[in-house]
T-cell receptor, first 108, second 114 residues
Framework: GQNIDQPTEMTATEGAIVQINCTYQ??????LFWYQQHAGEAPTFLSY????GLEEKGRFSSFLSRSKGYSYLLLKELQMKDSASYLC?????????FGAGTTVTVRA | IAGITQAPTSQILAAGRRMTLRCTQD?????MYWYRQDLGLGLRLIHY???????GKGEVPDGYSVSRANTDDFPLTLASAVPSQTSVYFC?????????????FGPGTRLTVL
């Protein structure tokens, strides 16, 4: 089976930095995705990691350690529009298994 | 260009009724997927199709069926709806179903089974 864990909720202040952790135990691994989902909307792609290390894309960065079964999504210079759920998903056998998502609330 | 569309947007259905959720994409993507999203459980894969004419079972396929007669359309059918199928259903597509292919999601269908 697949086990993907991430915190349920996080709160941070506008302009701050937040790190969302994701740990996984899966029978296979073909890469890890992060998606953003605003309330009532569809998920949208943020990042993909398949090799160990940090991938930076503007204010968002994603890190992967395959040996530890661990990833994090780093959101810098938080803006109010970053209030959303962030979904960690592992590609196993060409299919995605999702964590339950982390709801991030940005306060003024 | 619409991307990926789903219909209906929402539906209230009596238990035991048959229901088909529609999904259409105009991106010429080969792979398509159906997920359900429930509070606290995240997105779970119901069925998928890597190319027209082929389908496969995901994590929670029981009570659902799909067909893929052409590249663009991937309908999901509930043969006899039950209250536990109350959920938000998302259709998604990706270029070729490869491990690094981003999945594009439709706007979702909110289904309530009473």
């Amino acid at each position: 089976g697949q086990n993907i864990d991430q915190p349920t909720e996080m709160t941070a202040t506008e302009g701050a930095i937040v790190q969302i952790n994701c740990t996984y135990q899966t029978s296979g691994f073909n890469g890890l995705f992060w998606y953003q989902q605003h309330a009532g909307e569809a998920p949208t792609f943020l990042s993909y990691n398949v090799l160990d290390g940090l991938e930076e894309k503007g204010r968002f960065s994603s890190f992967l350690s395959r040996s530890k079964g661990y990833s994090y999504l780093l959101l810098k210079e938080l803006q109010m529009k970053d209030s959303a759920s962030y979904l960690c998903a592992v590609n196993n056998d060409y299919k995605l298994s999702f964590g339950a998502g982390t709801t991030v609330t940005v306060r003024a | 260009i619409a991307g990926i569309t789903q219909a209906p947007t929402s539906q209230i259905l009596a238990a035991g009724r048959r229901m088909t959720l529609r999904c259409t994409q105009d991106m010429r993507h080969n792979a398509m997927y159906w997920y359900r999203q429930d509070l606290g459980l995240g997105l779970r894969l119901i069925h998928y199709s890597n190319t027209a004419g082929t389908t496969g079972k995901g994590e929670v396929p029981d009570g659902y069926s799909v067909s893929r007669a052409n590249t663009d359309d991937f309908p999901l059918t509930l043969a006899s709806a039950v209250p536990s199928q109350t959920s938000v259903y998302f259709c998604a597509s990706s270029l070729a179903g490869g491990p690094s292919d981003e999945q594009f999601f439709g706007p979702g269908t909110r289904l309530t089974v009473l």
